[in-house]
Every structure is written in C-alpha cells, then in structure tokens.
C-alpha cells in the first residue's frame, strides 16, 4: 500500500507533464518551467495540469493490462489463452498474486494520486486573480475522474481505503478500508460536485456536466442495489439515477453518433457522444500510450508498425450467439470473423479481408498510414477508447425508469432505448424487461470494459440471478469457416461461480505493505 499511495508531488509534475498526449488537447510546458511555486497561476496552468489526468502513465497499465481482461474476460465476453492471469480471471480462480487485478488496484490509486494533488495544488497555489468559476471547474475535472476511479474499485473489491490527501500518507502510511456503502457516498459527492461545476460544453476530450450526470446515473443505479439482495432496488436511487440520465437524454443536445463503427475509428475520438475518454497520442513509451493494438488478431498489414499483434484475445460462445443476423453492424464492428472484409485498416492496400477464425475488431484501427500518424507504434495506438458513452446512458436511463417492475411500455424509455438498437440496424422493441435491457448493454457495450461491471450491479440485488448466468455461460472459444461455429473447450476449468465470485481478493502485496487492509471497514460517513 505504501508502495501505491506515496507519491510526491515533483514525481506527479515529471510523470504527469511528460505524459503523452494529443497536441491538439494542450501543449505541455518545458518541465524547467514547472514547480510547486511557479504553476498553478493562470487558467492556463489548471487546464494544462487537469488535462494530464485524461491518459498517459497514470492510465497506461490499467489500460493495457485491466480494461479488457477485467471488463470482458472476467465476464464470459472473451478469453485469452497463454496468460495465466487472464485465464485466472475467465476461470473464477483469482488469487491474491494476479498480476491483472493487482494492476487494476494500483493503476486506480495512480490515478486517484493525480487527482488528489491536482485538487489540493489547485485549493493551495492559486491565486485569487484565477476566478472561481475557473478553479471550480478545474477541480471538477479531477474529481470526476477520482470518482470514476473510486467506482472502479469499489464494484470489484467492495471496502477499499479512501484517500483525499496522499501527502499525509508520508507519515502515516497505513490506512483502513471504508465500508462500502462510504465509498459509495465519496463517489457520488464527487460526481455531485462535478455536475454542478463542470460547463455544459467544453472543448473536445474534455469531461462536461453531462459527463458528470452520466456517471452518477450509473452509480446511482448501481447504489439501488446494493445489500438488496431480496431483489427489489431502493427506489430512492433508482429515481436519482432516472433524473440524471434522463437530464442527459433530454437535455444535453447530445445524440448518437450516425455509424456504429466509426464510434472506434481514430478520425471519430471525441466525438459528441463520447462523455468521457481517455487521450492518447502516438509515440508514447512502455506504459504510456494506448496498447490495445496489441489485441489485434491480424497480422502486420493492419498494424502500426509492422508489428503484429500479441494476445489473441477472441469472443467466447456465449459472447457470439447473442448477436442475430440482423445485429451484422455490431458484431462486425466488435468481433472479425474469417471472411470479413474492413476497408478502412490497410486502406492504401486495398483493404483487409480477416483470415483468421476470429478476435477483437473494436479498438483495432489499422497502420500508420489509415490514422494519419507516422509515430503511432503498436504500443501507442491513437484511439481515444471512450470510458463512457451516450448510448451507455440511453441504456442507463431505460433501466432505470423499468425499476423494480417486471416490464414498462414508457415511451421515453422505449425511445431511447430503441435508439441504441436502431443505429445498429437492429428492429425496435415495444416492451423492456430486466433481460431484454441486460443484453442490450452487454452487446451495444462488449468489447469496452462494462459488463462485468453490470453483473456486479445485478449480484447486488438479486444474486443468485447473476450466479445462474455466469454458470450457464459457455466460455470457450470457437472456430469458424463457412458460417459453421465449432465450439472448443474453454482455457482452463472453470470454477462455479457463488456468492462469493463479485469480491475480489486483496492484493497480496498490498496486504503485506498494509496488514490494516485485513481489518473490518470503518465508517467516514
């Protein structure tokens, strides 16, 4: 734990403003110019040290390592054979010493580190000529971004520390974990306070208060579930979380972006529909850019840098039957199959016609040449992957206004919901059920890190419903020639899900770091 949270603040500064970035988000000062005395002095300033948090070093591991493996792989979408770990994760065997989920532990509290010192250098070094209104918003930033961070850890460990200050953590290293219930409440103040200090329009990458409502609809939602597990939600949150993403739907002037597929194409990053998503540039170092090119299942043509892929992540059978014949925009814009043919990755070649059986397609966006980047690397991809989308919140909003009733014919929600399903070419529904809803989310969303996240949310409340899916999921791959799917074995025996498969073991490490972590929660609320 020492290890993770005590960060100094020159380390931030040298880390942070050497983070790669796209050019066109902010320019970065000489670090000769940075120090805690001299920055933080002009608007300028904060918008140079609030854009650091969107991407670079504090996000690259998890990024790399957690997004899609914790996302997809622990929730039956996809699987990866030869990594150890990942087969950890799609088998429910996860110890303490998994590589991925302790990456997904320190990489949040990385992150969580950054903001905390960007708010406090904020609160302490500038100055009063700086407006309010100004430094509000800036704190807003980094507070939205702690709270997406904090909901992250919460929804897979349940109880973990809260920290605010990591310079206090210098002297006293060892800290509690907070009940959960407290986490949550730290979450949505974050996101509160964001909402209401963030502008209705920013520019490009940058998060909004429509960013702010999103999320807290989707806490709030998550919040309604939480120890009731009778399977009736409390409706209170259920309300706030209908009103936030009802306020996104209704009045953000915000709508859905035209073609499914170039939601993932690098010409299309931050479009409007994306609420939050973290910027990446090309050229980075190990750790530092965007590696989810690594994913690819094709070979150098499609590749940044002459450089295939290396982890042949690739759907599971229970991933590829929810897709219909009509859903052919979203399947082929997720996943490849052999046959398939992509003229915008290899373009200047004509093309690229996937041999392979099949693997990842969403977050694959091809060479140098197709991005109009002649730095980009494999490690470096320049895809701004979206944390949190529009659609996400139609979805969020159809779930909420279901509620705890078996089905619900309102209009509004119908309508929102059948956006989603329209843009994909799909035929519209006339009446919403918890299932129905479910898998939308989990097709619309596969392939960016969600859906193990709403089995979460659903083990909350009705627990042995989230057990019976997991348990009735073929998870192993397949081969596919023709249109014929012939299933094969999953890597690795999979264990049984329980009630005890939604909370994660501590990190071994951080609990040796910090035997406190064994101990019960305590209450800051």
């Not at 880390?15 to 790669?20: I, R, V």
């Not at 041999?355 to 490690?379: E, F, Q, S, Y």
């Not at 014919?409 to 919403?432: E, T």
């Not at 406190?516 to 609320?525: N, R």
Request: with cysteine; glycine share 8%.
């Amino acid at each position: 734990m020492k290890r993770i949270y005590k960060i100094y603040f020159f380390l931030f500064i040298a880390g942070a403003f050497s983070t790669a970035c796209n050019k066109q988000f902010l320019d970065r000062p000489p670090l000769s110019q940075i120090s805690t005395d001299n920055f933080y002095q002009t608007t300028s300033d904060l918008r140079l040290a609030t854009a650091a948090l969107y991407g670079g070093k504090p996000w690259g591991d998890w990024n790399y390592t957690c997004y899609l493996p914790v996302g997809e792989v622990l929730s039956g979408n996809m699987a990866v054979g030869y990594w150890g770990d990942a087969v950890q994760l799609l088998t429910f065997s996860v110890t303490g010493q998994n590589s991925i989920m302790a990456a997904n532990w320190s990489g949040m509290y990385k992150v969580i580190a950054h903001c905390n010192i960007t708010i406090n250098a904020i609160q302490q070094k500038s100055p009063a000529s700086i407006p309010e209104k100004d430094k509000n918003a800036a704190i807003a930033e980094a507070r939205f971004i702690r709270g997406f961070a904090y909901y992250s850890l919460a929804t897979l460990w349940g109880a973990v520390p809260v920290i605010e200050d990591n310079s206090k953590l210098i002297a006293s290293p060892l800290v509690n974990r907070v009940a959960v219930e407290d986490v949550y409440k730290f979450i949505t103040n974050d996101l509160n306070y964001a909402a209401q200090a963030l502008p209705v329009t920013d520019g490009p990458g940058r998060v909004t208060t429509w960013s702010a409502q999103g999320m807290l609809a989707k806490v709030y939602l998550t919040m309604a579930g939480l120890g009731q597990n009778s399977g009736v939600r409390n409706q209170a949150f259920l309300d706030s979380a209908k009103k936030y993403a009802g306020n996104v739907c209704k009045n953000s002037g915000l709508s859905l972006l035209p073609s499914y597929a170039n939601l993932f194409r690098s010409q299309y990053n931050d479009n409007p529909e994306s609420l939050f998503a973290l910027q990446w540039a090309p050229g980075g170092g190990w750790l530092e850019g965007n590696m989810l090119q690594i994913y690819s299942p094709g070979g150098s043509e499609i590749s940044a840098n002459g450089q295939a892929g290396w982890f042949s992540i690739r759907p599971t059978v229970d991933m590829f039957q929810l897709y219909t014949p009509n859903d052919s925009v979203r399947r082929k814009a997720t996943f490849m199959l052999r046959g398939d043919y992509y003229p915008e990755l290899n373009a200047a070649g004509g093309g690229y016609t996937f041999k392979g059986d099949n693997g990842l397609k969403k977050h694959i966006i091809g060479t140098n040449v197709d991005n109009n980047a002649p730095t980009m690397g494999l490690t470096s991809s320049t895809e701004h992957n979206s944390l949190l989308r529009l659609a996400d919140v139609y979805l969020i909003y159809a779930e909420a206004v279901l509620g705890n009733n078996a089905t619900t014919a309102d209009a509004d929600a119908l309508l929102y919901f059948n956006k989603v399903r329209q843009r994909a070419g799909v035929d519209p529904v006339s009446m919403l059920d918890a299932d129905n809803i479910f898998n939308e989310r989990r097709i619309e969303l596969a392939g960016e890190g969600h859906f193990w996240y709403d089995i979460v949310r659903l083990s909350y409340y009705n627990p042995q419903k989230a057990i019976t899916i997991l348990n009735n999921q073929n998870r192993g791959t397949f081969t596919y020639s023709s249109g014929t799917v012939t299933p094969e074995q999953p890597f690795g025996i999979v264990t049984p899900a329980n009630s005890n498969t939604f909370l994660f073991p501590l990190p071994s490490a951080e609990v040796t770091a910090n035997p406190k972590l064994t101990e019960p929660p305590v209450h800051i609320f």
